[in-house]
């Protein structure tokens, strides 16, 4: 096992954990407005998966995208300013919790219409292919995305075309309050991509070493075949759907069993078996983390929101 890469994986895996703690900390004082969609439990799937990626191959992602963004970026000051709606926000303040972009590190989105990025990113595949440039694209979506048109038209083109993108289906058990046992005909969502067709793996989602290997198995396959290839990685969302959400739909042991399977520290336990760090040294891990988020909390506090002239500015009319 390599240690520089594990330490690197827990790293970036709790720096979405403090920043999006940070975050729901400053949603409650009402320094940021709109929704509010934590990941909270579901890093391994984020970090694992843009971590198999090279940083040319492109990240088209949900609401629920803060993770995405870290992963992709390490940019804790422009994704915190631009969920304060501050200029210095990655997205100019102007998208919010669920619009971080940034085109230099093709994070293309941030989509919040459930399914709507679905045939973007295979726009996006389409246009990688048809330049010859060899890009693969990672497309994340929900369950509950799996039972919209939009989501199905996306995977048909990618099929029909044999677009290079790797879709991965973030199975968080969930879309709102309703369980999907209750919305999906079918036992595994992964069952979905036969129809058009392509691959499919199923991972624990709360495994980051098996995300990455699934998912660089895949991004390694559509970069040389021009494939898409749909991963399904099962996982859960500790928190409710948004933080407005108290998730009183589910049982508090429904809740626990899934806590223990807490991939942050799954991944502490197998560094600290394997010899690589004691539990010390990833607490000063974990505080070096703490000390960005404040930083970063600290950079959105003080600089200033959009200048009211600028408003008529990427606006499509
Ligand atoms: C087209 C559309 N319909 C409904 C909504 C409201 N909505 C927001 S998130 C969501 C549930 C999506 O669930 P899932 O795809 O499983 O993603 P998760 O939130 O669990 O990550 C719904 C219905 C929306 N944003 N867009
Ligand atoms: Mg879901």
């Excluded at 933080?243 to 560094?271: C, F, G, H, N, Q």
Aim: charged share 25%; hydrophobic share 40%.
């Amino acid at each position: 096992m390599d240690a520089t890469l594990l330490l690197g994986l827990y790293r970036q895996m709790a720096l979405c954990r403090r920043f999006e703690e940070a975050a729901a900390k400053a949603y409650s004082q009402g320094k940021v407005s709109g929704f509010l969609h934590l990941y909270v439990g579901q890093e391994a799937v984020a970090v694992g998966a843009i971590s198999a990626a090279e940083p040319t191959d492109y990240v088209v992602a949900t609401y629920r995208e803060h993770a995405h963004y870290l992963a992709r970026t390490g940019d804790a000051r422009g994704a915190m300013a631009e969920l304060f709606g501050k200029a210095s926000g990655c997205s100019g303040g102007r998208g919010g919790s669920m619009h971080l972009f940034d085109a230099a590190h093709r994070m293309l989105g941030g989509w919040a219409i459930v399914g709507g990025h679905v045939p973007i990113a295979a726009g996006v595949a389409f246009a990688s292919k048809y330049r010859d440039e060899k890009d693969v694209t990672l497309c994340f979506f929900g369950d509950g995305t799996a039972n919209m048109g939009a989501f199905h038209e996306g995977l048909a083109l990618a099929g029909l075309w044999k677009l290079p993108v790797v879709f991965i289906c973030e199975n968080n058990q969930y879309a709102m309050g309703t369980p999907l046992y209750r919305t999906l005909s079918v036992e595994d969502v992964a069952v979905r991509a036969r129809g058009y067709p392509m691959e499919s793996e199923i991972v624990n989602g709360d495994d980051v070493l098996e995300v990455r290997e699934a998912v660089r198995h895949a991004v390694n396959r559509a970069r040389r075949e021009n494939l898409p290839i749909f991963i399904e990685a099962k996982t859960y969302r500790f928190r409710g759907h948004s933080v407005a959400d108290p998730a009183t739909y589910r049982s508090k042991e429904e809740l626990r069993k899934w806590m223990e399977r807490d991939p942050i520290r799954m991944l502490a336990d197998r560094i600290q078996t394997l010899g690589i760090a004691t539990e010390e040294q990833l607490g000063a891990l974990d505080d070096e983390v703490k000390a960005q988020v404040q930083d970063a909390v600290e950079f959105a506090e003080r600089t200033p929101a959009p200048e009211p002239d600028t408003v008529g500015e990427h606006v499509y009319a």
